[in-house]
């Protein structure tokens, strides 16, 4: 069974920094590319960045320079950390395997709120 467990989001300021981390099931987290997914207010499921078991690492152009995504193997865990933080950060952010469908399992989220 696929659990994936999304923590660390909250209300920031804009310039301020968040760290959300995922513990993921074994079974998803070993064999995938793992990714953080942003969906913001009104618009649809974004892929942010993600990072291949090998350690390769992709970030839309929106988040480069400010985030940093990372993984621990040993923990089956995905963290994202923002820095730098913008008002159009705002969103429920998902982790999972890339890619990953609408239709495939997806944990609850995590809120993030960026203030002006």
């Known amino acids: 069974q696929v659990q994936l467990v999304e923590s660390g989001g909250g209300l920031a300021q804009a310039g301020g920094s968040l760290r959300l981390s995922c513990a993921a099931s074994?079974?998803?987290?070993?064999?995938?590319?793992m990714g953080w997914y942003r969906q913001a207010p009104g618009k649809q499921r974004e892929l942010v960045a993600h990072?291949?078991?090998?350690?390769?690492?992709f970030y839309v152009d929106s988040a480069k320079g400010r985030f940093t995504i990372s993984r621990d193997s040993a923990k089956n865990t995905v963290y994202l950390q923002m820095n730098s933080l913008k008002p159009e950060d705002t969103g429920i952010y998902y982790c999972?395997?890339?890619?990953?469908?609408?239709?495939?399992?997806w944990g609850q989220g995590t809120q993030v709120t960026v203030s002006s």
């Open positions: 999972n395997k890339v890619p990953a469908f609408a239709w495939e399992d």
């Open positions: 990072i291949s078991r090998g350690g390769i690492i």
């Open positions: 074994r079974t998803i987290f070993s064999v995938n590319t």
